[in-house]
């Protein structure tokens, strides 16, 4: 079992950055991937960005060179430093966590809105 806790959403202007959290709690050690997704209004949930456990990253295209993903010092979670943020990166990310071949953890949510 696994619980996800992310953090640091808010409001920024276009251009600006910010910095998501995830921090993982219980079975941590069966994780073999963790990462980010997001979904603006009306739309379906996107894949952004993706840590493996032997640390191979990947990007959408969309976030590539703007966004970072990082493993957190412990090994507790990750996070994604985001940067040049757009008005289409408006949306609610979400982290997850996924045992290899299953099916991933979520978290709540965190609320990233980008003004003009």
């Known amino acids: 079992q696994v619980q996800l806790v992310e953090s640091g959403g808010g409001l920024v202007q276009v251009g600006g950055s910010l910095r998501l959290s995830c921090v993982a709690s219980?079975?941590?050690?069966?994780?073999?991937?963790m990462g980010w997704y997001r979904q603006a209004p009306g739309k379906q949930r996107e894949w952004v960005a993706t840590v493996s456990r032997g640390g191979t990253l990947s990007y959408t295209d969309s976030v590539k060179g703007r966004f970072v993903i990082s493993e957190d010092n412990a090994k507790k979670g990750v996070h994604l430093q985001m940067n040049s943020l757009k008005p289409e990166d408006t949306a609610v990310y979400y982290c997850?966590?996924?045992?290899?071949?299953?099916?991933?953890?979520w978290g709540q949510g965190t609320q990233v809105t980008v003004s003009s």
């Open positions: 997850y966590a996924a045992p290899r071949g299953r099916g991933p953890h």
């Open positions: 219980g079975d941590i050690l069966s994780i073999y991937i």
